[in-house]
């Protein structure tokens, strides 16, 4: 599931992983995001931080908080990339991992695939 | 002039920062650098074992306290061809040292020493900030797992006011099903990966034997990673 208020991300994003083999669905809100999980389960979440309403940082947690959904890997797909949101991502929200916009084709392809077959949290025991 | 300061520093426990600090250090000395190594983790020293200490010597706990020198409390290890600054496993030690004292112990050494390599204790405490302030340089110790590198960004970011230059980080312990991808560790940390040392038994053979690994094995593959990352260090620190 890749979510992002821009339309044009959502397009471009859904190509590419689309061309890689992903199966697709989008949403455009976090509200939208969670509406959809009451009936999907993805493998994977691209989450966009700044949209209106409910922001991606706030869905994450309150997707880590379900039980159903929390071992969804997230990985946050954001233009906010310094330090301390890369370490909001995983300190606060304990999301997967942080990607940085703008990001090229083949390394998002990469980070999805690796995050499709072993996500960083998948075996974490603390 | 003046030797400069590196911390290896690394945000939890377990990522093997103390061994690498060790070899390194031999490394960098085996380069022609005159080096010392600084076990800074006075709560939790442990360079005696790494280095087979059997011995009492003077410690930085004496120094800290100032009952020592820094001339006193720094010694000689000849078979490794690199001097040492332990500290004391004694818990009696901790009673009366000042731990502002590190950073003016720090420039003396900068006197006669190319590099001082420091042990940083792991963690955000009082002692671990004073210690990083004491660095010209830091060097984080990651293992590949999301733990380690969200900890070490953490340091990071709550150092951030202290212009520290980190030069790049050391992954440590790879080789595993679930390791993050090196090129993936650097996005994370902004830094640049100087090396990556394998999970390797000779590791827990050397601690085991109170044997230098750089020493006791010298053509493994471990021995190989840290000698490249000493040449990458002298390389970035200039």
């Given at each position: 599931m890749v979510v992002d208020d821009e339309e044009d991300i959502l397009y471009l994003v859904g190509v590419i992983l689309k061309k890689a083999g992903h199966e697709v669905i989008t949403a455009s809100s976090g509200e939208e995001c969670l509406d959809i999980l009451k009936t999907e389960k993805p493998d994977l979440i691209l989450l966009d931080v700044m949209m209106p309403g409910l922001d991606g940082f706030d869905t994450c947690g309150i997707i880590k908080a379900d039980k159903e959904h929390k071992s969804v890997p997230i990985a946050m797909l954001t233009v906010k990339s310094s330090d301390e949101d890369r370490l909001r991502s995983l300190e606060e929200c304990a999301a997967d991992w942080h990607i940085s916009k703008p990001v090229d084709r083949k390394k998002l392809v990469g980070i999805v695939n690796w995050l499709l077959k072993s996500s960083p949290r998948s075996h974490v025991r603390e | 002039m003046a030797g400069i300061s590196i911390s290896l520093a690394s945000?939890?426990?377990?990522?093997?920062k103390s061994t690498i600090c060790a070899n390194l250090g031999v490394a960098l000395s085996q380069m022609g650098l005159k080096t010392v190594i600084v076990d800074a983790d006075v709560e939790g020293a442990s360079m005696n074992l790494i280095f087979g200490l059997d011995f009492d010597v003077p410690t930085i706990h004496d120094y800290l306290s100032g009952n020592a020198s820094a001339e006193d409390v720094t010694f000689d290890f000849k078979n490794a061809g690199v001097d040492l600054v332990v500290g004391s496993i004694r818990v009696e030690s901790l009673r009366d040292i000042k731990f502002d004292l590190f950073k003016g112990f720090i420039a003396e050494l900068k006197k006669k020493y190319d590099v001082i390599l420091i042990d940083i204790p792991a963690g955000l405490s009082v002692d671990t900030v004073t210690s990083l302030s004491a660095s010209d340089l830091v060097v984080f110790v990651v293992t590949p797992d999301i733990l380690s590198v969200s900890s070490a960004l953490k340091t990071k970011v709550i150092t951030r006011g202290m212009d520290l230059k980190v030069i790049g980080a050391i992954v440590n312990r790879t080789g595993g099903q679930y390791d993050i991808p090196g090129p993936y560790i650097e996005d994370m940390l902004g830094v640049n990966v100087l090396g990556t040392i394998p999970e390797d038994v000779v590791v827990k053979k050397s601690l085991s034997t109170g044997k230098i690994l750089l020493l006791d094995s010298p053509r493994s593959a471990v021995t190989k990673s840290i000698k490249q990352v000493a040449s990458k260090l002298v390389g970035r620190s200039k």
């Open positions: - | 945000g939890r426990d377990g990522t093997g």
